[in-house]
């Protein structure tokens, strides 16, 4: 949580709509310099001056139920700070996709609909007893 006068101060730069919107989804309001967006429409900022160390890019998801799996790999590494330019800026990460890369990502569906079930082909060495009465004379 950030200070009075620090989230006062980032209200007036992003505006009432913004803060707002940042305070609902990330707890706190940033300002800084918007960096790019995405193939999934994600917002990337930085903002080096004011912000704690390692606190100095964030980014605002497109959509509500977010997951940190939705960010692309490039971005992931600049994001984590691995790398110091972004991936728009990055002649290495802008290589194209390499033979060993999925063509599209992927986010991870644990704990969704999507995640994977395990199940069993073999046949159960135990069945279930079922009693079976007699009936009465």
């Known amino acids: 949580m950030s200070t009075i006068l620090r989230t006062l101060r980032n ?18 309001t940033k300002a800084g310099t918007f ?16 912000e704690l160390p390692l606190r100095t890019r964030w980014v605002d998801y497109k959509e509500k139920e977010f997951d940190p799996s939705q960010i692309e790999p490039g971005w992931h590494a600049w994001i984590s ?7 728009t800026q990055d002649p290495i990460l802008q290589t194209g996709v390499r033979p060993w890369e999925l063509p599209e990502h992927r986010p991870n569906f644990t704990a969704s609909r999507g995640a994977f079930k395990t199940y069993s082909t073999v046949k159960p060495k135990i069945k279930a007893w079922t009693p079976e009465a007699a009936p009465r004379a």
């Open 11 to 28: 209200l007036y730069r992003v505006g009432l709509r913004d803060a707002a919107h940042q305070m609902q989804y990330m707890g706190d």
């Open 81 to 87: 700070y691995m790398v110091d330019k972004p991936p």
């Open 35 to 50: 960096i790019a967006k995405d193939k999934f429409g994600n917002k990337y900022y930085e903002n080096l001056e004011e």
